[in-house]
C-alpha cells in the first residue's frame, strides 16, 4: 500500500497554477515516477472526479493515460479510516474558525482596505 495518497485537489490545483503541464512537466513526471515505485497513490474516485470535471483538459488526457493501478487504485479500508480521521480533524478545525470569527467585530470593507494598505498588504 502506498505511503501518500493524493486528493484530488493535489491534482486539479497544480495543473492550473505554477505546475501546469507545458510549464512544469517535471512535477507529473514525478508523480509517475513515485505511483510506480509505490509511494503514492490517488483513489479512482479522484480518477472519477477528474473525468467529471473536464471534457477536454491536460489533466483528463494525462489522468485517462493512468486509469488504474499504479496511480488511481481502490482505497483499502484502512485508508479509508485514515480518509475519515482527517477529514473529522479538518473540519473540527473549520467549525473552531468559524465560532471565532463570528466573534470578531468586522470593519467595514472600506476600513479593512484602509488598514491592508497601511499595512502594506495589497492595493
Not at 473536464?54 to 488504474?68: C, F, K, M, N, V
Amino acid at each position: 500500500m502506498p505511503d501518500y495518497w493524493m486528493d484530488s485537489d493535489s491534482l486539479m490545483r497544480p495543473k492550473d497554477g505554477p505546475y501546469k503541464f507545458e510549464l512544469l512537466p517535471q512535477f507529473w513526471e514525478f508523480i509517475d515516477r513515485k505511483s510506480i515505485e509505490g509511494v503514492i497513490a490517488s483513489s479512482i474516485f479522484v480518477y472519477q472526479e477528474i473525468m467529471d470535471a473536464y471534457e477536454d483538459d491536460p489533466l483528463r488526457r494525462w489522468a485517462e493515460a493512468r486509469s488504474g493501478p499504479p496511480l488511481f487504485q481502490e482505497p483499502n479500508e484502512a485508508v479509508q479510516r485514515c480518509l475519515n480521521e482527517v477529514a473529522d480533524f479538518v473540519m473540527s478545525r473549520v467549525k473552531k474558525v468559524r465560532q471565532l470569527a463570528a466573534k470578531i467585530d468586522w470593519p467595514s470593507e472600506g476600513r479593512r482596505r484602509v488598514a491592508r494598505r497601511r499595512a502594506g498588504c495589497g492595493r
